[in-house]
């Protein structure tokens, strides 16, 4: 079971199309397949398998299996960081048709999938290859010559791994290198609008020599196969990336099943602070870079503007310009910053958004459909929308309180650096923030009154997989990336140990 996909380039790419478990790609038990789109074109790009409940529990076993007789129990730390390692290095070959196979799928320039995801999930599966072998305990001093206690930290088992499709490589390896690294054994499951480019990741671990079971990619609705393992009985923990809505089921399911350990990863309405002190045309670019990288669709997007009344004109007149001058169309292109988003649904969502925005009083500073009338005839099917900017926006609108997931940004404007930081943390959410400013103690405080897992102070949107991510409020909780994501994926375990130390019997107050 294999399709051949037409790249952009004058190459094909061929994938396997099965579930794949055990280190082999089969049908469904039931025959269940889906389709995924090109979202450029709107014309379908591939059928591939989708796995039911059934599914799940043979992969669930596969994991079990491995967990328990090479992996988890049996592999050495050098075993797993030399084999990540091999497989990092397989990707990295393949990194060009990879990039291209993203695109197809996700909508976004091939470049971008090459030179910022893949390059940084390269980088994640070394940072977690260079870790393998620096899990450790602690011996914690109980009674000199008597006895002593110390901690392991152990693999949790079998983890469940859901993912959503606006980074599908970069959030896999987020979720698995870490995992992989510390013993665990995986059951992931792709988005269901960017299925493609994990299967191919499997088939690399494949080649890489992973043992059968290790990892094993079941693709598949959220509804079916992403509901079936966060309430399988068999698994230990459940990570998850995407909105608050679906992070709340997974708690529950979890919850409600084998109270498997859960972290969650979700939504975002992030504020992007510019004080009156900052270099106009680079805070600019920041800003732009805040909310149009990947077309907006990041848990991250610094979403809201908040912009000192002081310097507002020139700043928003600023802003339009550099909207205006991003690139949007032709994902193969490498001028091409904006392609599609990655589904008619998305689409439509983020057009409605835009209608809210006219709807509720605020200006349109830059955006429009005439933006797009410049596209070549092979995309006008495509799932484009225009980068579009509104400013006058208060709180209670929707674009200023719900998380769109695409090129739309909210500018409102203060005077006090108290009334920023109200206005920044005015949300249920609390993922990123970035502050702007020359001045650093005035960055420093904000750094300190911002609820937000991270803050960005004169960047943004900037990571590193030595550092941190993950958020406060609703916007989930454990980190992913740096040593705090390997941690996520061990337990502790206690160990009293005597070796000197009687007690009498029976035991009673005269002689304890
Ligand atoms: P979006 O609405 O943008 O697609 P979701 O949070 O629904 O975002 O999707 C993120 C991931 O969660 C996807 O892999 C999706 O299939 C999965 N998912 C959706 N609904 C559920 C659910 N009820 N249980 C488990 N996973 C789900």
């Keep these: 079971m294999s399709v051949t996909i037409q790249s952009y380039g004058d190459c094909k790419i061929t994938i396997k199309t099965g579930l794949f478990i055990n280190n082999e790609f089969k049908p469904s038990v039931g025959g269940t397949v889906m389709t995924t789109p090109n979202p450029a074109t709107g014309e379908d790009l591939a059928t591939i398998s ?3 409940a059934e599914d799940v529990d ?14 988890g129990k049996k592999s050495t730390p050098d075993q797993r960081s030399s084999l990540l390692n091999k497989w990092a290095e397989l990707i990295e070959a393949d990194i060009d048709s990879l990039a291209e196979l993203e695109s197809l799928d996700n909508g976004k320039p091939v470049w971008m999938a090459r030179d910022v995801d893949i390059v940084d999930s390269i980088g994640c599966l070394r940072y977690y290859a260079g870790l393998a072998d620096k899990i450790e305990g602690r011996t914690i001093e109980q009674q000199e010559g008597i006895k002593l206690a110390f901690t392991r930290a152990e693999p949790i088992g079998v983890c469940g791994q859901i993912i959503p499709w606006n980074y599908p490589i970069q959030m896999f390896m987020w979720k698995v290198a870490p995992a992989l690294a510390a013993g665990n054994t995986i059951v992931i499951k792709p988005a269901e609008q960017t299925p493609l480019s994990a ?3 499997a088939e690399l671990a494949v080649e890489a020599g992973f043992p059968p079971g290790v990892l094993n990619v079941v693709n598949g ?4 196969t992403g509901d079936a393992i966060s309430r399988h009985m068999d698994i230990d923990k459940v990570a998850f990336t995407g909105s608050t809505v679906t992070g709340r089921k997974i708690m529950e399911a979890a919850a409600k099943s084998n109270l498997k350990k859960v972290t969650l990863e979700l939504g975002g309405k992030s ?4 004080f009156d002190s900052v270099d106009i045309d680079q805070t600019a670019n920041w800003v732009c870079m805040a909310i149009l990288f990947n077309h907006g669709q990041d848990c991250c997007a610094g979403s809201r503007l908040f912009v000192q009344d002081t310097i507002k004109d020139e700043f928003l007149a600023t802003l339009k310009k550099k909207v205006e001058q991003v690139e949007i169309g032709d994902p193969s292109v490498k001028t091409t910053f904006i392609g599609p988003l990655v589904s008619k649904q998305q689409q439509e969502k983020v057009k409605k958004y835009i209608q809210y925005g006219k709807d509720e009083g605020a200006v349109c500073l830059t955006g429009g459909e005439d933006k797009l009338a410049d596209l070549p005839q092979k995309f006008k099917n495509g799932f484009f929308v225009p980068p579009t900017v509104y400013t006058d926006c208060k709180k209670g609108m929707k674009i200023v309180d719900d998380e769109i997931f695409g090129p739309v940004l909210a500018v ?5 650096e108290e009334e920023a930081i109200e ?4 949300t249920a959410y609390g993922l990123g923030a970035g502050i702007f400013s020359q001045n650093a103690s005035q960055c420093m405080r904000m750094v300190h009154a911002i609820k937000a897992g991270t803050v960005w102070c004169n960047q943004y949107m900037v990571l590193s997989n030595a550092v941190p991510f993950g958020g406060m409020k609703q916007s989930g909780f454990g980190r992913e990336l740096g040593i705090e994501g390997l941690k996520e994926y061990t337990q502790t375990k206690a ?10 019997w029976p035991l009673n107050g005269t002689n304890v």
């Design 412 to 416: 409102q404007t203060f005077e006090t």
């Design 423 to 426: 206005l920044a943390n005015d």
């Design 495 to 504: 160990v009293h140990w005597n070796y000197g130390e009687e007690i009498e």
């Design 199 to 201: 299967l191919r990741l």
């Design 58 to 71: 043979i992969a669930v076993s596969a994991a079990r299996l491995a967990f328990e007789t090479t992996w």
């Design 221 to 224: 609705p959220g509804a079916v």
């Design 50 to 52: 989708s796995a039911t």
């Design 271 to 274: 504020p992007v602070v510019v």
